[in-house]
């Protein structure tokens, strides 16, 4: 039976640049019982669907046409305060990050008891009683004594989970959940999205899933509903959706998505969005000055060699050091890079796979072990001389394109920074072609050079974030999830423009990424990270056929699958 | 140029021209800087040339010949026969003059080490941060009453008079740098944290040029604001002291001083040389803490409302 | 939670040693103690005998030692002006400002903290915005000028109210009041106003700025998705989490207002610690400016200490030593 049905529905905006159609003449039904998911890229409007269905669009915004039927009642012309009684206990919403939904200062309690109270008319013992049955229902332990606690004593998959409990104290009949995984590791995402099917199936609930992640979308949807720009371009059944999409836009989607189940060498071009330019076209790199760098020494097959390497931080400084309080992010990690490959470093958050980059480009200074690149020793006394040399071979690829550039530098300058610092070139008309040249090269256009980062997108300000490392011409190029903040098509495109530029100049890349589909696509082999150690290092196929760790199998069979 | 255009262009110049208060706030801070800039040529009389002075032009109403000498001021005149526009368009060059230089030099020790505090951190960080919150428990305008006083207790008693506004400008200054340091520690922590300064790091800039080249250019908009409003507080901390009499002398009076002096006259109906100086004093402070308040507002987007 | 409480003790005490060392260098450095206490006909030998029996020949630490002792026993030297104990002279003052102090900080914390919640929860309106216009006038005006437009309008015009003095005073012997006879308390209230109106601004603005921000935060986002009326999210959810941070600018605030006395007390002629101040810097009488230095340092640093442990006793994340 139809749970909800939303005709013809439009947002509007104003601002300053003239009013902004956040969702454009979207229709669509969900039944009891069933997952919809609303699926798109940045932008697209899902999120504004969810917030129009609850009522509670953020000023100026405003659904100016439509109609949302619940259950054969019209919703969303009620007053505001018939509006209230119906989110809650008819409509409840789930958000995307449990570490800030929840008010800090009360118990959790607190929180359960004030929603039952605010819907239902019964006693606050039996309310008391019913939030304890709820914790217990969402998969919390020892729900007694836990839910006497503040919300900064749970986890985060703990928090999250709290969060649904709040959802569903009224039994609603619908729940919208905004990106409800987002926020969380791979394992503990898999938990939580059975949680959500488990309620879903259980309680004949109707949920509209909204997420960017065709993964999720493939595991736990029944249809899904895909969205471009604010309007509704294809619905349909999950399997028909992943496998048979009908619309152009859904094709190239589906295309760029990283299977999970087998390595391929390039992603399909992707044919909206930003054009990729003529990347690597008209281009002599061996004869260009990015070809000229410094001599291949090519004696050494591992390119770079670590051996117990250790890091330690002071999480909590005090005047006795007995007293000090430590975080080991790096455990006595070994492992070697071979010239011209591209090893990846896979984990979840606060395994320390950041922290291995950073000790590596120097940023953090390790507490023991040794590093070496090129047969150099990098722990040890190295001279001014040889520390620049190594710099300039080594450079990184960031993982925000919004932090990374900075703001008030033109893209020109940021880009011919590295070479001013390191006197690379004979003068500043050098430097102004190699400037131009880069940017041609990551496929941007020489007029970039004129503007501000923020007059660029995220995929294209990596780009300029690519074109600033690969201005010292380096040979080993760090990429620390360079495109975990991306649409999934401009990540494509990223990750074929550094297939590409590795290739033709012959780089060695250090690829880290808690995404196990895109580390699949890009690696040749694999380290594993759990809390500070390497539990496994395995060429990339081996890996993700037969993983020997039993964490790398937990990883490996919690990931979101995808098939192609 | 090219600036010219990006600065018509920008969401600042824009969100300026959108606000009436920021344009009329503008215009009265910016007609009252030049009116005491050009003092000089401006004001009827010069106040402080006893040979322009005429004791019969005493307690002239505002725009009223006076009865001995026929002559007319249009703010009226004191017991001296002094022209009140001409005093005030003086003291508020004295006024401002204090107040402009007190916030760079409370702006360049809070800015250096806010910078340092922020980018070196450890022990550094906390001794600076310390000084900081030790003397952020006093009010700046006891601390600098505290530094004024200390401060002419070391100066000879001749050259106390002399010497007064520039104590002035080091105490209101050395009271408000905690303000700057803060902030700027504050955004200089966010900004350190974020990428680009790994990557100035990792193309091989030294801490200094990182700090200065890169640091600094992105913790610039919080300092315009904390100094706007910062001025507003220095005019009138320093019309404070002049008015309490540990200010500027009487040789040299701001608005502060001439309030102090007309304050003798509220019972015996000169109003006018009470008036005209405070009304001065708040527009001049109101139109600087409407700016200050407008640009708070419009650089930082997360406040709008 | 007992090492933070210790820890912030702790800081407490480096506060006032800071704050010591610096009345201490007043006494030492500024100005010649052995000019002020002798005359002209002073011989060598004198000056000599006078600095061994001060103590000045010792070493620098030993000095400060032995002036934190005398400090904490209540020697805090003799006024060079009234040739008392700056101690004394300086205690006998304190209830008048104590008294006007605490008036204007109730005041000042009442009314701000309750114009601050209405004017964030309404964001817009004529309401607000008359508060709001009023209020950055009202930063802008210096406190003197309030004060002189106050007697001006209640004193000279309508003459309802005195413009200077205490009025009718108790002396209780440690201490006095005003607040027993009418006159007493007609004459506090315009110094109050003029005291507190500055901080309730101040107030006012932080407790607006505060809770504007946590009506955005996500958790009252989800509180309104959870079906909660907006008069719980308002008073219960945001008002609890804006007077957290608030508690702790409030109680400094409520400390400068001890300290802005001094200009209060000028202009309506108070006879309390602050008129003391400004007298004592204008005839550089060293003694007396250290003491109300030191004075004044205890009771913020106090304050800063209630507010501390407040903080602790208010915010669960504290309490358990972990950052929210």
Known sequence: ?564 | MDMLKRAMESDLYWSFRQSPVAMASAAVALSLILASIFAPLIAPYNPFDPASLNLMNGFSSPMEPNQFTQDVFWFGSDDQGRDVLSTILYGMRISLFVGFAAVLFAMIIGVVLGLISAYVGGRTDAFIMRIADIQLTFPSILVAMLIFGIAKGFTPVHLRDQMAIWVLIVSIGLSDWVQFARVVRGAALVEKKKEYVEAATLVGRGPVAVIFLHILPNVLSPVLVIATISLALAIIAEATLSFLGVGAPPTEPSLGTLIRIGQGFLFSGEWWILFFPSVTLLLLALSVNLLGDWLRDALNPKLDD | MISYIIKRAMQSVVVLLAVGLVAFGMFRFVGDPIDNMLGQERTDADVERLRELLGLNDPFIVQYWDFLTGAIQGDMGVSFRQGRPALDIILERLPATLELATVSAVFAMVMGILLGIYTAINRKGFVTTTILTTSLIGVSLPTFLIGILLIYIFAVELGWLPSFGRGDVVDFGWWTTGLTSWAGIKSLILPAITLGLYQMTLIMRLVRSEMSEILRQDYIRFARARGLTEKTINFRHAVKNTLIPVITVAGLQIGSIIAFSIITETVFQWPGVGLLFIDSVQFVDIPVMASYLMLISVMFVGINFIVDMLYLAIDPRLRDGKEG
Not at chain 1, 93 to 100: H, L, N
Not at chain 1, 327 to 342: C, H, P, Q, R, W
Request: some cysteine; glycine content about 8%; aromatic content about 6%.
């Open chain 1, 1 to 564: 039976m139809t749970l909800l049905d939303i005709k013809n529905m439009r947002v509007e905006f104003p601002g300053r640049h003239g009013v902004f159609t956040s969702v454009d003449d979207v229709s669509l039904t969900v039944a009891e019982g069933e997952i919809l998911g609303l699926v798109g890229e940045s932008g697209a409007g899902k999120s504004t669907v969810g917030n129009a269905i609850m009522g509670l669009l953020q000023p100026p915004g405003k659904m100016v046409q439509g109609e949302v039927i619940l259950h054969g009642e019209r919703i969303d012309q009620l007053s505001k305060s018939d509006y209230r009684s119906i989110r809650g206990k008819r409509v409840a919403m789930i958000f995307q990050d449990p570490m800030t939904s929840l008010n800090p200062i009360e118990t959790i309690e607190y929180q359960l008891v004030e929603t039952i109270l605010t819907h239902l008319d019964i006693s606050r013992e039996e309310a008391k009683k019913r939030a304890v049955d709820l914790l217990d229902q969402v998969g919390i332990p020892d729900p007694h004594i836990r839910i006497k606690q503040y919300p900064h004593q749970f986890s985060g998959g703990m928090r999250q989970r709290v969060v649904i409990a709040l959802a569903l104290c009224v039994e609603p009949e619908l729940i919208i959940a905004d990106e409800p995984t987002t926020a969380l590791d791979v394992t503990i995402q898999a938990q939580i999205l059975q949680l959500i099917k488990d309620l879903c199936r259980n309680r004949n609930l109707g949920v509209i899933l909204v997420t960017h992640d065709m993964g999720v979308i493939a595991e736990t949807a029944d249809r899904v509903a895909v969205m471009y720009r604010g309007r509704l371009i294809e619905m349909g059944d999950t399997d028909q959706i992943m496998h048979d999409p009908k619309e152009p836009y859904t094709r190239s989607l589906i295309a760029a998505v990283p299977p999970s189940n087998k390595k391929i060498n390039r992603f399909p071009k992707v044919a909206i969005e930003e054009s990729d330019g003529n990347a690597l076209q008209n281009f002599d790199l061996q004869g260009h000055w990015l070809g000229q760098g410094d001599a291949f020494d090519t004696s050494h097959s591992n390119l770079l060699e670590i051996e117990n390497l250790n890091k330690r931080f002071v999480i909590q400084d005090a005047f006795f050091k007995r007293n000090r309080k430590y975080l080991d992010a790096i455990k006595d990690i070994s492992f070697n890079v071979k010239a011209g490959e591209t090893f990846g470093l896979v984990g979840e958050s606060g395994s320390g796979k950041s922290t291995v980059a950073r000790v590596i480009t120097g940023i953090h200074t390790a507490n023991g072990g040794s590093m070496r690149f090129a047969g150099m020793d990098l722990t040890g006394d190295v001279s001014a001389k040889q520390k620049s040399q190594v710099r300039r071979d080594i450079q990184m690829v960031f993982q925000d394109p919004y932090s990374s550039l900075n703001g008030r530098m033109k893209v020109g300058s940021i880009i011919a920074e590295p070479m001013i610092v390191n006197k690379l070139t004979s003068g500043k008309e050098e430097r102004t072609e190699i400037v131009m040249d880069l940017l041609e090269l990551v496929g941007l256009g020489k007029e970039a050079a004129r503007k501000y980062p923020h007059e660029f997108s995220g995929g294209q300000r990596q780009r300029i974030s690519i074109a600033r490392a690969l201005a010292t011409r380096p040979r080993f190029l760090i990429c620390d999830e360079p495109t975990s903040a991306l649409d999934v098509s401009i990540q494509a495109q990223i990750l074929n423009l550094l297939k590409d530029l590795q290739e033709e100049l012959k780089l060695t890349l250090l690829f880290i990424s808690h995404d196990l589909p895109v580390i699949r696509q890009m690696c040749d082999r694999i380290g594993v990270m759990r809390h500070g150690d390497l539990v496994e290092v395995a060429e990339t196929e081996a890996l993700f056929e037969r993983p020997q760790h039993s964490y790398s199998q937990v990883l490996i069979s919690q990931m979101p699958k995808f098939a192609k």
